[in-house]
């Protein structure tokens, strides 16, 4: 039960420190332009994106939950661990391309439209959206997100294989343990759904 837990925890801030090193790197690249903030400033973007950056970390994470709560019912054996661990090595592989091209268009985009993402792109065909990025600013775009890809994926599969393995001890559990060990993880996904909105009142998150 314990390395489920440590593997959600684990998961979680892996994807929470991608979205800040991504707020990090906008801030470099766009260094000429935030000159004028001061650090506590620039600071204070971090704490107001961190709401933001959570939510994005606890949507990574609801498909894992649900494959912790299916092993507590059907725990991995030798053969099913293997699978257990490509898959979710997969899942976490396919997140994280997808975040990381998103948030790099970001970054990238930002200098010509001087607004973050958000539903206009789809008013923009991909030869227009093209057109807003020198060739130099693409590659650099596709080795950064080469390079974070590898590192997360990287550390997902660590923590991935030590959550989906094969213990004895979990296939003679008794039921009742299994029922505690499936509440417990309920809980933790009440809380990972209250991250998701934004705390318990409107949820901001998504506006």
């Known amino acids: 039960m314990r390395r489920f837990i ?12 991608l979205s800040i090193i991504n707020r990090l790197v906008f801030i470099i690249y766009y260094r000429d332009l935030v000159s004028e903030f001061s650090i506590s400033e620039l600071l204070q973007t ?6 933001l950056d959570s939510s ?29 661990q490509g898959t979710m090595t997969g899942y976490f592989a396919l ?5 990381s091209v998103i ?16 539903s206009q792109i789809f008013i923009y065909t991909p030869q227009e959206m093209m057109a807003s990025v020198s ?6 775009a596709a080795v950064y997100v080469i390079i974070t890809v590898s590192l997360a994926v990287w550390l997902y599969s660590r923590s991935v294989r030590r959550c989906f393995s094969s213990t004895e001890s979990e296939r003679i559990c008794p039921w009742k343990i299994r029922v505690l060990h499936t509440f417990i993880m309920i809980l933790v996904a009440g809380v990972t759904f209250l991250v998701m909105r934004g705390g318990v009142t409107t949820a901001t998150a998504n506006v």
């Not at 971090?46 to 709401?51: E, I, P």
């Not at 059907?74 to 053969?79: T, Y």
């Not at 997140?95 to 975040?99: A, C, D, E, R």
Request: a negative charge; proline letters at 3%.
């Open 6 to 17: 440590r593997f959600i925890l684990e998961t979680f801030v892996i994807s929470l420190l």
């Open 135 to 140: 060739l130099t600013d693409f590659f650099a």
């Open 103 to 118: 948030e790099t268009a970001d970054i990238g985009m930002f200098g010509a439209w001087l607004s973050r993402i958000d």
């Open 46 to 51: 971090f704490v107001h994106g961190f709401q």
């Open 56 to 84: 994005i970390a606890a949507y990574m994470i609801v498909i894992p939950l649900l494959a912790c709560i299916t092993c507590i019912w059907i725990p991995a054996n030798d053969k099913s661990s293997k699978i257990w």
């Open 95 to 99: 997140m994280t391309v997808l975040v």
